[in-house]
T-cell receptor
Framework: EPEVTQTPSHQVTQMGQEVILRCVPI?????FYWYRQILGQKVEFLVSFYNNEISEKSEIFDDQFSVERPDGSNFTLKIRSTKLEDSAMYFC????????????FGAGSRLTVL | QKEVEQDPGPLSVPEGAIVSLNCTYS??????FMWYRQYSRKGPELLMYTYSSGNKEDGRFTAQVDKSSKYISLFIRDSQPSDSATYLC????????????FGKGTMLLVSP
């Protein structure tokens, strides 16, 4: 069964460092998303991406965050200068087409900021 | 009023029990209703989704939606220890642009 692949599974970084989280969405999917989940809390929406541009973003997704689809397969989330409160699980998700927004999620990348 | 409300649990049941997980939502614009299962430190995994009011069955799982009362249920028959996870009720719209709204989910523990 097709799946969304995320790397790295766990990254530890120092506060202020830049981090790039990578995702390979399902190949024929057109909509891409990043969500995050702080330990013990609910899954929160960060950003959605369609047709090579951001279609929606949340208040969490400030200027420190950016997304990119550098080629036909990868979808990345960059955090320019990490803060302690960025420590969380980051989930990439994708959707084939408009209609029911039933997303397929990856296993997540755990980010630990020290 | 929160958009999605679920009892956080944990709900503890013995193996073989029938489990009922419930959820209420406030936004009548929601059209699709999804149940995701999330194991500890893993990504949400889609269990099933429904569109209209009524029941939808898939193996041991039955999803029930009552749009008039904005009430959603997930029933699990013959529960197994492998069903131990957090169950997330996630209503959604009909566009890829519309974001999903997650509650905290209900933690289920099935003991052997």
């Amino acid at each position: 069964e097709p799946e969304v692949t995320q790397t790295p599974s766990h990254q530890v970084t120092q506060m202020g460092q830049e981090v790039i989280l990578r995702c390979v969405p399902i190949s024929n999917h057109l909509y891409f998303y990043w969500y995050r989940q702080i330990l013990g809390q609910k899954v929160e929406f960060l950003v959605s991406f369609y047709n090579n541009e951001i279609s929606e973003k949340s208040e969490i997704f400030d200027d420190q965050f950016s997304v990119e689809r550098p080629d036909g397969s990868n979808f990345t989330l960059k955090i320019r200068s990490t803060k302690l409160e960025d420590s969380a699980m980051y989930f990439c998700a994708s959707l084939r087409s408009s209609g029911a927004n039933v997303l397929t999620f990856g296993a997540g990348s755990r980010l630990t900021v020290l | 009023q929160k958009e999605v409300e679920q009892d956080p649990g944990p709900l503890s049941v013995p193996e073989g029990a029938i489990v009922s997980l419930n959820c209420t939502y406030s936004n009548s614009a929601f059209q699709y209703f999804m149940w995701y299962r999330q194991y500890s430190r893993k990504g949400p995994e889609l269990l099933m989704y429904t569109y209209s009011s009524g029941n939808k069955e898939d193996g041991r799982f039955t999803a029930q939606v009552d749009k008039s009362s904005k009430y959603i249920s997930l029933f699990i028959r013959d529960s197994q220890p492998s069903d131990s996870a957090t169950y997330l009720c996630v209503p959604g719209g009909n566009s890829g642009y519309s974001t999903l709204t997650f509650g905290k989910g209900t933690m289920l523990l099935v003991s052997p």
